[in-house]
Nanobody, 118 residues
Framework: VQLQASGGGLVQIGDSLRLSCVGS????????IGWFHQPPGKEREFLAS????????FYTDSAKGRFTISRDNARNTVYLQINVARPEDTGVYSC????????????WGQGTLVTVSS
């Protein structure tokens, strides 16, 4: 499966934005999908994941409260809603897909850059 993340850009503190991860070339609905965040100069970190039919989600402590992951298999898309953006949300957001271990995905999409400015 090929993945492509989009929806990033320059936002202000307190804004909301929704990132999209579109899949192609495979049975998208068969994959667990995760979102990851790489702040400038730091390691990439796992944020959230969603199961195949979207009925179960998981968030790390850093993502709880302001982030929401969802999916629309009819559109081969997983979303990451970010609310009340903070400067620390700045970085590259990537999505990954795997059949088993979503925190170590076999397939990665090209990331999308989010910059939160004051």
């Amino acid at each position: 499966v090929q993945l492509q993340a989009s929806g990033g850009g320059l936002v202000q503190i307190g804004d909301s934005l929704r990132l999209s991860c579109v899949g192609s070339g495979g049975a998208f609905k068969d994959y667990l999908i995760g979102w990851f965040h790489q702040p400038p100069g730091k390691e990439r970190e796992f944020l959230a994941s969603i199961n195949r039919d979207g009925s179960n989600t998981f968030y790390t402590d850093s993502a709880k409260g302001r982030f929401t992951i969802s999916r629309d298999n009819a559109r081969n898309t997983v979303y990451l809603q970010i609310n009340v953006a903070r400067p620390e949300d700045t970085g590259v957001y990537s999505c990954g897909a795997d059949h088993i271990i979503v925190t170590k995905p076999a397939y990665w999409g090209q990331g999308t850059l989010v910059t939160v400015s004051s």
